[in-house]
């Protein structure tokens, strides 16, 4: 009897302690209070909700383009043809076949951002640990290198957006209604569909990728594209178009949503630090960050001048169209042909920038603190940025060294999902090396 009343004292023990713990992880601090208020002042009237990640598999609550729906099937297809080095079937040097994909510019080792400056897809050479070792392959004509003059972007987060690339001259809706005039180059965009569909289509032609019946047939693709998309007919099923709506609705799933900020808002309080908290809490408030990098990819669809630098023709990147810089450098307005938009680039995600390494349009920037900085300074990297086109964030605040140190804390580590191997396959169905597979990259990726 004994033995049984001392079992139950300890049982009962045990449960309170642990409902003090749970108590104790679920409790809000006066941070988390103040953090709720600035988050609900930010949140367009939709409550905490605003800024929390869908689940990847939860297509429904996923943006996406009503003439793409996301399913399963195009999501498996889409995992496979990003990373599928066979894909590279187009380009300028017959020996440089099969070593290159999207995901060369894109790899998992650097969460979905170039590894270095400058993305190299065809006639690049070598991957090292996380693309940062890829260089030009010297035994190629320069021009037969696929090189773009302007900052790889991640792929994470891409669903908040309805345009792609940083002047959004990709998509046929929304944003970019009213901009018809301006397609002339870009006939896809008279498709009606939104940046990620266009992207995956202008995307093929620019990084001279092939996808089309006979590579479905000759790496077994086939079945897959049945799959995905049995309602289109079969003359046009296995096509340039099809890859691209796969890997649209693929990269629509690439989310962040495994980040501590997504387990805080989800109300795991203690999954910050205190320190992040203040971090968050500048971030929301005082920084002004939330201004522009705000709802649950932390990036509003406008386009902001900042003053921040271009490439150059430096050892760590290469124009090859001088020609055409001046207008990338104009960003929206190099599109948009309005001046209003001179100087003005789409908002970037701040999820996992600990992996980008190099930070702007133009990668002049070789740390989260020296934008941070900058942002809060009244420098200019591009001094032709006329002062009525910069962003009215920008210089107009100041913060401590203890806070600047607080929201780059709060940045590195609170906004960093370290879990995006979820989203790489172990294979491709060609079984060849990704994300490269040129000579050196098969080494340094453990392919040989």
Known sequence: MKQIYFLLLLSFTFISCQNDIDDYQTAKSELDIRLEELLLENSEGQGINYFILPDSNDYNSIPQDPLNPITREKVELGRLLLHETASGGNPKMAVMAGTYACASCHPVASSFYSGRRQGIGESGSGFGAAGESREFDLTMPLDSIDLQPIRVPTLLNVAYQDVALWNGMLGGTGTNAGTQSQWSDIPENHLGFQGLEIQGMVGQDTHRLQIDENFVDTYGYREMFDRAFSNTQSFERYSRK?????????????????????????????????????????????????????????????????????????????????????????????????????????????????DANFYGHGGTFNSIEEVIRYKLSNQLQDNNVPLSQIASEKGA???????????????????????????????????????????QSKIDLGCE
């Open 242 to 354: 099809t890859a691209a709506l796969a890997l649209a609705a693929f990269n629509r799933t690439l989310l962040s949503n495994r980040a501590p900020w997504q387990n805080y808002l989800k109300g795991d309080y203690a999954a910050l630090s205190e320190r992040e908290k203040r971090g968050a809490i500048l971030f929301a408030g005082k920084a002004q960050c939330m201004n522009c990098h705000t709802g649950p990819a932390l990036k509003d669809q406008e386009f902001h001048a900042f003053g921040f630098g271009h490439f150059d023709d430096s050892n760590e990147a290469v124009v090859l169209d001088d020609a055409g810089f001046d207008n990338v450098k104009k960003g929206r307005g190099g599109f948009t042909n309005n001046p209003a938009d001179d100087y003005k680039f789409k908002t970037p995600t701040l999820y996992n920038l600990r």
């Open 397 to 439: 605040t100041s913060l401590t060294e203890e806070e600047i140190q607080d929201l780059i804390f709060f940045i590195e580590n609170s906004l960093y999902d370290s879990y995006l191997t979820r989203y790489v396959p172990e294979t491709v169905l060609s079984g060849n090396c990704f994300p490269n597979a040129d000579v």
